[in-house]
C-alpha cells in the first residue's frame, strides 16, 4: 500500500514567515514629517537610517518598508503611506500577507496623557481617542498587541487638540523629543531581541 505523504503542520507552514512587524505611525508627505502626530515614523525612519537600510513603496501594504536582522531576529519595519485614520490598512495587509502573529507587532505612535519625551509600553488596550490605533483595532479585529507610546504632552490653554498634534515641536522641545527618539529607538531593539516584558521592566 503507497504511503501517503506526511501533512505538513501549520506551524510549520507558519515557522517560515516568522519575524517581527514594527510600525511608526504618521501622516504621508513632507509637510507632516516634523509633526507630534508622526514621531511614530520619525522613531522608524531613525531606525532605518541608523541600520543603513533603504525603504521603498510597497503598494500591498500602502507603505514604505524595510527588511532588517537585529541580534538575529528577521524584521519587517513599516510607515503607513496612508493617512492616520486609515493605518490599519496598512497594519492589517503586511500581518496577512507575512502571516505575522499579534504578539510580534509593535505598533510606535504618539501619546497625548504621556509627558513630553515618556517612553512607555503596553501590551493591550484601547485606542485612547488616538486615530491611528483606532483603525488599526478595527481592522485587526483585536486591542491584543504590542504598542510604544510615545509623550507629546497636551496642548496649552485652549488650544485644539487635532492642531497641536498636526504641529511641530518648538526649537525647546527639540532637545527632548531627540532624547526620545533615541530611547525609543533603543527600545524598540530591547522589544525586538528581549521581548515585550523585558521591554518593560527596562523602560516603563
Not at 533603504?54 to 518598508?65: A, C, D, E, V, W
Not at 498636526?166 to 533615541?182: A, D, G, H, I
Request: charged share 20%.
Amino acid at each position: 500500500m503507497r504511503r501517503r505523504p506526511a501533512k505538513r503542520s501549520r506551524f510549520a507552514a507558519l515557522h517560515r514567515y516568522v519575524m517581527k512587524l514594527i510600525v511608526g505611525l504618521g501622516n504621508p508627505g513632507p509637510s507632516y514629517e516634523k509633526t507630534r502626530h508622526n514621531i511614530g515614523a520619525r522613531v522608524v525612519s531613525h531606525i532605518g537610517k541608523k541600520e543603513k537600510i533603504h525603504f521603498s513603496y510597497n503598494r500591498s501594504f500602502q507603505s514604505k518598508t524595510a527588511y532588517c536582522s537585529v541580534g538575529g531576529q528577521r524584521c519587517l519595519f513599516l510607515i503607513p503611506c496612508t493617512f492616520m485614520n486609515l493605518s490599519g490598512q496598512a497594519v492589517a495587509a503586511a500581518l496577512r500577507n507575512k502571516r505575522i502573529a499579534f504578539d510580534d507587532l509593535l505598533v510606535i505612535y504618539d501619546d497625548l496623557d504621556l509627558p513630553l519625551g515618556s517612553v512607555r509600553f503596553k501590551k493591550k488596550g484601547s485606542a485612547g481617542g488616538h486615530k491611528g490605533m483606532d483603525s488599526i483595532i478595527c481592522s485587526l479585529g483585536t486591542n491584543e498587541f504590542n504598542r510604544m507610546k510615545l509623550g507629546i504632552g497636551r496642548p496649552a490653554d485652549k488650544e485644539v487638540v487635532s492642531d497641536y498634534v498636526l504641529s511641530c515641536f518648538s526649537k525647546n522641545e527639540n532637545p527632548v523629543v531627540n532624547t526620545m527618539v533615541q530611547a525609543a529607538m533603543q527600545a524598540s531593539y530591547t522589544w525586538i531581541t528581549e521581548g515585550i516584558d523585558v521591554a518593560m521592566n527596562h523602560f516603563n
